[in-house]
């Protein structure tokens, strides 16, 4: 990735102007940060992409993909990313012998210490394989081997999650050219959540709810698939890694966009980054001119589109850059003003679930470029100007009645494209 997030908050620190004794106190803050160290087991029957994860959350090649019968990881494997150190188990489900051998590691490293006199281990991500209808190994594992040795606050330290979701019904109901599955293919992986979530309950008393997602998949030679859901799981992850660790993983995530593009949207994963990080960070983020750009920079990684439809599209089509001026300043308005707001959350809540489906009427319209001229002249550059002269108000109540102008126009357009289709 770039350069390291906690060595640029360091120097930002040490020429911020500040007395010296804040700055003394920022950077005691700091290190401290720096000093903690995520724990992170992956785990799971054979075949179930524990690898193919790894690599894709991470864009490392330390995981060795399996290509063949055997499985590739015999004995826990150690991978240290900086401060991120992640054990990878072998999988279970190649012999009884095997299984007992292996499930006796995983629950002395789940019983191992720090030198503070914790428990070693922060979480464990257990993953199951979509593509399968047998997940008697992997019950087994949670419900016998994992859970029972997870000590206190068992419901935070263990994640269950999916995997290969794109071919859980052997392809059929992928949308491979949008990457995502289509509502039949959605309705089965809820029905397999929903029923592995009351297989764990019923077997330990603990309430976990699964997610699905797809790692893509790497076989030697070949480049890796698309995955989807990729940022839904990072956020889970994070979500369930202590507060005060969780800065670790800014450091080590994949930074190729294209994989983090695809995700189901059912949450505002990227205001959700910024609740969880904010915690961490408070007496950093607000003393340090640029501790929150570099938090948007990190986040803008793992939301390439950043979900700002009309705004994006109205740029795009003035051939500007995802990262242009106005953009930026909108990002700007939405993360650390609006999202902030009594109503600010369920407004760009329901934007973000009706906006996609706006901005593809207006790309069917044969004077879409007419529409977005109107679109830029009658809103978005009053509210480009009332962001930059600070009246955030006035931005809002803009935007919005430019929403409300735009769901009047969407039955207009949705008759339209039904009279050319």
């Known amino acids: 990735m770039q350069e390291k997030f906690m060595d640029k908050m360091e120097q930002d620190i040490m020429d911020a102007d500040m007395p010296e004794s804040e700055k003394s106190k920022l950077l005691k803050n700091l290190f401290q940060l720096k000093e903690q160290k995520v724990n992170l087991m992956v785990t799971g029957a054979t075949g179930c992409g524990k690898s193919s994860t790894i690599n894709a959350l991470f864009k490392t090649e330390v995981a060795k993909v399996g290509t063949s019968p055997d499985p590739e990881t015999m004995e826990i494997t150690k991978y240290e990313l900086d401060n991120l150190i992640i054990w990878d188990t072998p999988g279970l489900g190649d012999g009884k012998e095997a299984d007992v051998r292996h499930a006796k590691n995983i629950i002395s490293k789940l019983n191992e210490q720090n ?13 199951l394989d979509g593509s399968s209808r047998d997940f008697g190994t992997s019950y087994n594992l949670i419900n016998e081997v994992i859970i029972p040795n997870l000590g206190k606050d068992k419901e935070e330290r263990i994640l269950v999650a999916i995997n290969q979701a794109d071919v859980a019904k052997k392809g059929r109901y992928w949308n491979y050219e949008l990457n995502k599955p289509e509502s039949p293919l959605e309705k089965f992986l809820d029905e397999m959540v ?62 190729d966009k294209s994989a983090w593009e695809n995700s189901d949207r059912q949450d ?21 001119d640029d501790f929150k750009d570099k938090v948007e920079e990190f986040i803008d ?26 953009l930026t300043m909108f990002r700007k308005f939405r993360d650390r003003w609006l999202q902030n707001q009594p109503d600010g959350k369920e407004l760009i809540a329901r934007y973000y679930a ?9 790309n069917k319209q044969p004077d879409r470029m007419s529409i977005y001229n109107n679109i830029n002249k009658q809103y978005l550059s009053k509210c480009l100007s009332y962001i930059e002269s600070g009246d955030n108000e006035k931005c809002k109540t803009t935007y919005f009645a430019m929403m409300e102008h735009l769901y ?14």
């Open 115 to 127: 030198e503070k006199g914790e428990l070693l281990i922060d979480l464990v991500l257990v993953i």
């Open 194 to 255: 929903n029923s592995v979530q009351k297989r764990i309950k019923e077997a330990t008393g603990i309430d976990i709810t699964p997610i699905y997602y797809s790692a893509g998949f790497k076989e030697e030679g070949m480049e890796q698939g698309s995955p989807y859901n990729l940022s839904k799981l990072l956020y889970y992850i994070i979500k369930f890694t202590p507060k005060k660790k969780r800065l670790v993983y800014i450091n080590n995530l994949n930074s």
């Open 268 to 288: 505002n994963y990227r205001s959700g980054f910024f609740d969880l990080l904010d915690d961490i960070a408070d007496e950093i983020m607000y003393k340090v």
């Open 301 to 326: 990684i793992i939301n390439p589109f950043n979900y700002c439809y009309i705004t994006t599209a109205t740029c795009e089509a003035y051939g500007k850059p995802d990262d242009c001026y106005e």
């Open 354 to 362: 009706t906006a996609p489906a706006i901005v593809e009427l207006i």
């Open 408 to 421: 009047g126009e969407q039955k207009k357009w949705q008759r339209n494209s039904a009279v050319t289709e």
